[in-house]
C-alpha cells in the first residue's frame, strides 16, 4: 500500500512551527496594509522585514530565481504574482498574498486572499469559499486516511456552495496546481490535487505534513502563464481566491502550523492540542 515517506519527528515538526508562526505574523502584518493606493511593492518590503526581523529567511525569494518575498495576485491572478511599485490596489480589489519562511532549515507556508477596501459582496463570498475548502480539506486528513480523502472534501466542499448560492453560481477548481509536502524543501512529495476521489492516494501517517491550498474561480478552471514565467492567470478573466495553511498530522489530529491557534478556533480542541 502506498504511504508518504517523508515523516517529521516531533522535534522536526517544533522547528516547523517557528516557521509557521513567523508566516502567521508576516501575513498579519500585510493583511493590515491592504488599502487602497498600496503598491505590492511595499508589501514585499514589509513582509522581507517581518522575516528577517524574526532571524528567518524568505522561503520565495530565489528560489528557482523568483525575485521577491511574496507572491501578490490581484483580481483575476490566481498564483506566482510578482511584486511591483507599478502594482497598485484599488478599492474593490482582492489580492492573494502567499507567504513562506524557513528557520534552521524547516519551511513553513501559508496564503491569504484579501478584499481592498469595499469589494463586492459575490468577492467576498469567493473567498470564503475558498477558505471553507481549505478547513474542510484539513479536518479531513486522518491518521490512516488518504490523501485524496483531502482532495474530495476541497472538492465538495465547493459543489455545496455552488448548490447553495443557485444556479448562477460558478466556482472552478484551478487545475494543475495544488497543494503539496513540505519540510526541509518547500516542496516535497506528495503533490496534493484539489479534487478526486476519496480512498486514493498514499496512505496518511502521523508526521505527515502538507501544504494545502485551494485556488478557485468565480468561472472557468482555464488557466495560462504569462510572459514574466510566473503569474498564471484565469484565461476568461474571472476572480480567484488562494488561500493555504502548512498542516502536521498527529495521532490527535491535524496541528496548523501557519495557524497561531494551531487551528482549534476552526475546528474545535480535539484537532490540535498543542498551540
Known sequence: MEQIESLKTSAQLESMRQAGLVVA???????????PRVSTAELDEAAYSCIVGAGAKPSFLG????????????????VHGIPSHNR????GDIVSIDCGAVVDGWHGDSAITVGVGRIDPELQRLIDVCTDAMWAGIAAARVGGRLFDISNAIERTVAAAKSKDGRHARYGIVRGYGGHGIGTALHEDPYLPNYGKPGRGPVLRAGTVLAIEPMITTGSSATRELADGWTVVTKDRSPAAHVEHTFALTEDGPWVLTAPDGGRERFGEVASSRA
Do not use: F, G, K
Open 63 to 78: 528560489y528557482y530565481d523568483y525575485p521577491a518575498t511574496l507572491c501578490t495576485s490581484i483580481n483575476h491572478e490566481i
Open 25 to 35: 505574523r508576516t501575513l498579519q502584518t500585510v493583511r493590515e496594509m491592504v488599502t
Open 88 to 91: 497598485i490596489l484599488c478599492d
